[in-house]
């Protein structure tokens, strides 16, 4: 069973960098498959967004309001997800979590419905400040 942990979130002021990880245990047979994994927020109050997917071929999509900034990556050998995030805004504060599915219908894609991911991990918290 895969099972997620994030990691990396704090607290940095506008203009500033952090990267998210995300390092998935007993996904060795996942990486066999075709997956999608994702990046989600959820500040509170608001619902569930997707940030940014990547899939088992290295294909990537982003929100409009992060594209530019974010960028999702994955270090297969080190079973890790990653989100690289650049020129933060007070507006991308929340909590940040990764999620992964075996992919075998439906688009890997930013759009795709939360409720579609198999796992997920606890989140990290992002907060930037003004």
């Known amino acids: 069973q895969v099972q997620l942990v994030e990691s990396g979130g704090d607290s940095v002021q506008a203009g500033g960098s952090l990267r998210l990880s995300c390092v998935a245990s007993?996904?060795?047979?996942?990486?066999?498959?075709?997956?999608?994994m994702a990046w989600f927020r959820q500040a509170p109050g608001k619902p569930r967004e997707g940030v940014a997917t990547?899939?088992?071929?290295?294909?990537?999509t982003y929100a409009n309001s992060v594209t530019g900034r974010f960028a999702i990556s994955q270090e297969i050998a080190a079973n890790t997800l990653y989100l690289q995030m650049n020129n933060l805004r007070s507006e991308d504060t929340a909590m940040y979590h990764c999620?992964?599915?075996?992919?075998?219908?439906?688009?890997?894609?930013?759009?795709?419905?939360?409720?579609?991911?198999?796992?997920w991990g606890p989140g990290t918290q992002v907060t930037v400040s003004p």
């Open positions: 999620a992964v599915t075996r992919w075998d219908s439906g688009n890997c894609d930013t759009g795709r419905a939360w409720s579609s991911y198999a796992t």
């Open positions: 990547i899939n088992s071929a290295g294909t990537t």
């Open positions: 007993g996904a060795g047979y996942l990486y066999r498959t075709s997956y999608c």
